[in-house]
Every structure is written in structure tokens, then in C-alpha cells.
């Protein structure tokens, strides 16, 4: 039985990840600027908060996506490293943190080195000409995981905006399948998975 789980969990990381092919679209040159000034900005994922309540639900939902992402990421550092970033960057544009991480379930199954058939790479499966479009041209950068989640976070705030806050449409945009009903179907099942109820 445990060699069976083994191997089964060999082909799960083993899989390419299913992501689909975000397509690089003509934006206004304000557009990018602000792009790559929010993918560039140095400060670390560290919350802050204003009250003592936001701060004890914060670390209450810490532990809670700690638990039910242990079986997926073993190592508490990484778990605890990985998910501060997950809050810090979907807070940071305007995201839900569930919501995202339905999303990397779905893009890569939690899995920093995961890239795709058609080269998207990273927890959130960003497509390298991102890093051209509004970075440094270094894809390799992709797979930090800090880098992978503001990209991540940005892009789909972006397409959010140009959908006029259309969840669904957003999320076609994001995987590459505007207009099919399979991508933001799955993201919308498996962001119920990491709801959080205080």
C-alpha cells in the first residue's frame, strides 16, 4: 500500500502541469508601466493589519490552510512561507486568497516547478513573455515562488479589470479559454476547498 501511494505520488509531480495558454495581448504603455512597477516592488510579503482582530484571523486562517495543505506540501516552511505569500499577494491586488488558491490547485497542484505543454511555469502557471512584457526578460525567475504569485496575482487582477470585474470571463482570460466554460468551472469548484469561516 505505501509503495503504491509512492508511486502514485511520483506520477502526480512527474504530470505536466494543465495549464492552458494565456495569449500576449497589445496593452497601453500606462498599462504595462503599472504592471511592471507592481511586479518590481522589493518589499516582502509581510501583512500588516489594523486591528488585534484582523490580526488573530489572519493567523487563525494560517493554521487552518496549514492543515488542509499538509498532504500537499510536507515541509512546514515551505507551507507557511508559501501561503504568507498567498495572502500577501492576492490582499495586495485586491484578490481572494481562497480564490487564488483554487486557482494554483487547479494550474499546478501546488507545485513551485510545474510548467505546462506550452511553457507556463510556477505555482500559477504564468507564461514566460510575461517576464518580457512587464519584467526583467529573466523567466527562470518565474519559478521563485514570491515572483510567481505577484506575476500571478497581477495578471489576473489585470484581466479582471478588463472584464469589469466578470470573474469568469477573467479567469478564461487567464488560462488562454475565454469563452469556454471547463477552466473557470474547476477554479470556482476548488476555491470552495480553501474558504476559510471565522
Not at 516582502?44 to 487563525?60: A, D, G, Q, V
Not at 505543454?117 to 514570491?146: C, E
Not at 515572483?147 to 479582471?160: F, H, P, Q
Request: aromatic content about 12%.
Amino acid at each position: 500500500m505505501i509503495l503504491l501511494f509512492s508511486l502514485w505520488t511520483a506520477l502526480l509531480y512527474a504530470l505536466p502541469a494543465q495549464a492552458g495558454n494565456q495569449k500576449e495581448e497589445a496593452m497601453a504603455d500606462s498599462v504595462r508601466l503599472a504592471l511592471s512597477k507592481a511586479i518590481s516592488d522589493p518589499r516582502p510579503p509581510k501583512p500588516s493589519f489594523n486591528t488585534i482582530e484582523e490580526r488573530i484571523s489572519y493567523l487563525h486562517w494560517l493554521g487552518e490552510m496549514s492543515s488542509r495543505l499538509k498532504k500537499r506540501i510536507p515541509d512546514y516552511q515551505t507551507r507557511i512561507e508559501l501561503l504568507e505569500t498567498i495572502w500577501y499577494e492576492s490582499k495586495r491586488a485586491g484578490l481572494d486568497p481562497a480564490m487564488v488558491m483554487g486557482l494554483m490547485q487547479v494550474e499546478s497542484a501546488f507545485r513551485k516547478y510545474a510548467t505546462s505543454v506550452v511553457g507556463a511555469r510556477g505555482y500559477m502557471q504564468v507564461m514566460p513573455f510575461w517576464s518580457r512584457s512587464i519584467g526583467d526578460g529573466d523567466a527562470t525567475k518565474l519559478f521563485h515562488m514570491q515572483t510567481n504569485l505577484r506575476y500571478g496575482c497581477s495578471i489576473l487582477r489585470l484581466y479582471m479589470d478588463m472584464e469589469k470585474g466578470d470573474l469568469y470571463l477573467a479567469l478564461g482570460r487567464y488560462n488562454g479559454s475565454r469563452g469556454k466554460p471547463e477552466y473557470p468551472n474547476a477554479v470556482l469548484a476548488n476555491w470552495k476547498n480553501w474558504e476559510f469561516k471565522k
